[in-house]
């Protein structure tokens, strides 16, 4: 079993890999002992969200519950021969992460093949389902069962799994739009997305970027430097869009050049190896 729970985590690595250069950065900044469980938790995320955003020929509501249900069994056996929920469920169960948040991830996939535009609650609870599970999750590996201190972290946690989907809102809000129809941000007409829409989306994304910065500061060492450069790469690309006008935004999809990334990098390890962070 050894060889074959090896062999799952490592497709789940890949699968990250080939996905994010970002998360993977991120991932290799963190204590090794944490690598392989959250290249499970992103590889689980990373196929349900294919399912909806991508599997467009296919019956998505089909696929979507298959493998919800299929993720319940292999956390059920301890065991599932698809490669992706075995190294999922391995995680789910040795660092006790509780069900409700993975449920909650699965029903904003499932509102992704219904909802176009959301009102403010609505928009809350995808949020929450999508995004902050996410980081609830990684909080529980980081915490290694330590229930006081992940306790202690939800809410800052909770923030910044709201802020980096709130960038992705936005830097994508052009793609949402046109290639499925979705408008996330609750009152919002994306052919009237204007300066002061945009104005008041930033200050809303700003506070949530303030608020989990104490927390990254409280996780424990391992964790720390790999969040905090994920916290700096968002931040740099939440600058670079509020710079811009709403028109741009609506134009194209705005990124980081890898050359900045690597910036950050260094400079971010700098600040960790000084004693900084």
């Not at 944490?34 to 696929?63: C, Q, W």
């Not at 928009?123 to 909080?139: D, K, Q, T």
């Not at 229930?147 to 809410?155: C, N």
């Not at 200050?203 to 500061?217: H, R």
């Amino acid at each position: 079993m050894e060889l074959f729970d090896q062999t799952t985590m490592e497709c789940s690595k890949l699968i990250t890999q080939r996905y994010s250069t970002s998360f993977t950065l991120g991932i290799k900044t963190l204590d090794k002992k944490f690598h392989m469980p959250v290249y499970a938790i992103y590889g689980f995320v990373r196929y349900a969200d294919e399912i909806v955003d991508t599997f467009h020929n296919y019956d998505k509501k089909s696929l979507l519950q298959n493998f919800k249900k299929e993720t319940y069994k292999a956390i059920e056996d301890g065991v599932s021969f698809n490669p992706v929920l075995n190294s999922f469920q391995l995680v789910v169960n040795k660092y006790k992460i509780d069900h409700s948040l993975i449920e909650a991830f699965l029903h904003s996939m499932e509102l992704d093949l219904e909802e176009t535009t959301y009102d403010q609650t609505g928009y809350n609870e995808y949020i929450y389902g999508s995004a902050e599970v996410v980081g609830l999750m990684c909080l529980k590996v980081f915490c290694e069962n330590n229930q006081i201190l992940y306790d202690s972290l939800v809410a800052p946690a909770k923030k910044l799994g709201a802020a980096f989907q709130k960038v992705n809102f936005i830097r994508d809000i052009k793609s949402d739009y046109e290639e499925r129809g979705r408008v996330y941000f609750p009152g919002v007409d994306f052919n009237e997305f204007t300066k002061l829409t945009k104005d008041e989306i930033e200050a809303d994304i700003q506070k949530d970027f303030d608020d989990a910065l104490e927390g990254i500061l409280s996780l424990p060492k391992g964790a720390k430097l790999g969040v905090y450069l994920a916290y700096r790469y968002y931040l740099k690309l939440f600058r670079k869009i509020k710079s811009l006008p709403a028109s741009r935004i609506k134009q194209e999809r705005i990124r980081i050049k890898d050359s900045m990334k690597m910036r950050i990098l260094l400079m971010t390890y700098f600040q960790h190896r000084i004693n900084m962070l």
